[in-house]
């Protein structure tokens, strides 16, 4: 019986060499994908592209596209409202920082898109997002719509099984809060993390 | 009027159990919908012998559970977890970010300024019941309260100059 750690001490040179050829390939796979990305995507100045066409539904289950929200700075998060702990905190971050940042407030659209459609229908977004204040504009959509913008946006999102109640689960998604420019483009993520008064902060600066 | 809202606040949060050693404070939740879930947080010291929390209710939901939020990669995830060990000496804090007691089927809409029951049941101690507030949708407890002063949310509270509430250390007594 081998010990684990066996694999990583130095092998003869055709274990090497296969490393290195493994190596080499997937570092060239790397590059042709991410220029693929670019090509595909329209990459930003970053190198990042971030966001998208999307149509979905809001709180009374209206039709908001990406196309309505121009204009306006987006400042966009990805959450589900079963979540009672992370989501609801970095929400009542972004509804603080938009406080805190007075008129200059009135110039970005914040935004929540669900990443659990199947129980974030319209009625439940719009009671959600308005417990956290008038600004706060709860997103929804068929698991199709859902999937298309998460992918525009880059978030992972998973059910994760509790139980075998049909409400028995939880997801995993990315938590990230990205701010748009009012053409649609993407700007920067965001730290929602380290309080309302720093968010309003970094915000102030990206507001030109 | 402030000050009788002062003197609730002081004595509201302490669940003390005499005999364990197992002192509940800092007890809270926040708005929310009926039906829906409800987060709630606690700071669970223990000056006894070691401990292990295992179970969770409360009159005002369906179901509660243990839970942990956690970030793996950049993904944030919620599991739940089957108890959660208080060793000897020291205090737990459940808190935004970390362990939570996760609140399922509300019975009621969970208001702002009002408060619910938590039992929260202990291997050796058995049984212990607080009293959450309720603050407002996506609120923490208000900077330096806590021990890592984070100064996530709860400004409406942090106006309240001078304000010593029961924390740490374990063994405060509520004042007055
Ligand atoms: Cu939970």
């Given at each position: 019986?081998?010990?684990?750690?066996?694999?990583?001490?130095?092998?003869?040179?055709?274990?090497?060499?296969?490393?290195?050829?493994?190596?080499?390939?997937?570092?060239?796979?790397?590059?042709?994908g991410a220029g693929i990305t670019m090509w595909l995507g329209g990459a930003t100045p970053g190198g990042l592209s971030i966001g998208g066409p999307f149509s979905?539904?809001?709180?009374?289950?209206?039709?908001?596209?990406?196309?309505?929200?121009r204009g306006k700075f987006m400042l966009v998060y990805f959450g589900y409202t079963f979540c009672p702990d992370v989501c609801p905190t970095t929400l009542n971050q972004v509804a603080e920082a938009m406080d805190r940042l007075g008129p200059r407030a009135d110039r970005v659209q914040t935004v929540f898109i669900t990443i659990d459609p199947k129980r974030d229908t319209s009625p439940v977004m719009k009671q959600y997002v308005a417990s956290f204040g008038p600004r706060i504009m709860g997103l929804t959509g068929t698991e199709a719509e859902i999937a298309a913008v998460a992918k525009e946006f880059r978030v992972y999102y998973a059910p994760h099984r509790t139980g075998d109640g049909p409400n028995?689960?939880?997801?995993?998604?990315?938590?990230?809060?990205?701010?748009?420019g009012p053409d649609g483009t993407f700007i920067s993520p965001l730290?929602?993390?380290?309080?309302?008064?720093?968010?309003?902060a970094d915000l102030a600066k990206l507001l030109n | 009027m402030r000050r009788l809202l002062l003197a609730a606040l002081l004595i509201l949060p302490v669940a003390a159990h005499a005999q364990s050693g197992i002192a509940l404070t800092d007890a809270f939740t926040r708005a929310?919908?009926?039906?829906?879930?409800?987060?709630?947080f606690v700071t669970i010291a223990n000056t006894g012998a070691a401990d292990r929390l295992t179970g969770v209710a409360s009159p005002d939901a369906e179901k509660a559970e243990l839970h942990e939020s956690l970030v793996d990669n950049g993904i944030m995830k919620m599991r739940p977890v089957s108890g959660i060990d208080v060793p000897a000496g020291a205090a737990v804090k459940l808190?935004?970010?970390?362990?939570?007691?996760?609140?399922?089927?509300?019975?009621?809409?969970?208001?702002?300024?009002?408060?619910?029951?938590?039992?929260?049941?202990?291997?050796?101690?058995?049984p212990v019941t607080t009293t959450a507030r309720i603050l407002k949708a996506g609120a923490s407890m208000p900077a330096g309260h806590g021990?890592?002063?984070?100064?996530?949310?709860?400004?409406?509270m942090g106006q309240m100059p001078g304000m010593s509430m029961p924390g740490m250390p374990m063994h405060d007594a509520p004042a007055k």
């Open positions: 019986m081998p010990k684990p750690t066996e694999h990583i001490s130095p092998k003869p040179e055709n274990g090497g060499k296969f490393v290195f050829g493994v190596l080499g390939l997937l570092f060239a796979v790397l590059i042709v979905l539904a809001d709180g009374d289950g209206k039709r908001v596209t990406d196309r309505d929200l028995d689960y939880t997801m995993d998604h990315s938590s990230v809060l990205y701010l748009l730290r929602a993390d380290a309080g309302a008064e720093q968010l309003a | 929310a919908a009926v039906g829906g879930v409800g987060g709630a808190a935004p970010g970390g362990y939570h007691i996760m609140l399922m089927g509300l019975k009621h809409a969970l208001v702002a300024g009002e408060a619910i029951q938590l039992t929260l049941t202990f291997a050796k101690a058995g021990m890592d002063g984070h100064g996530m949310g709860g400004h409406d």
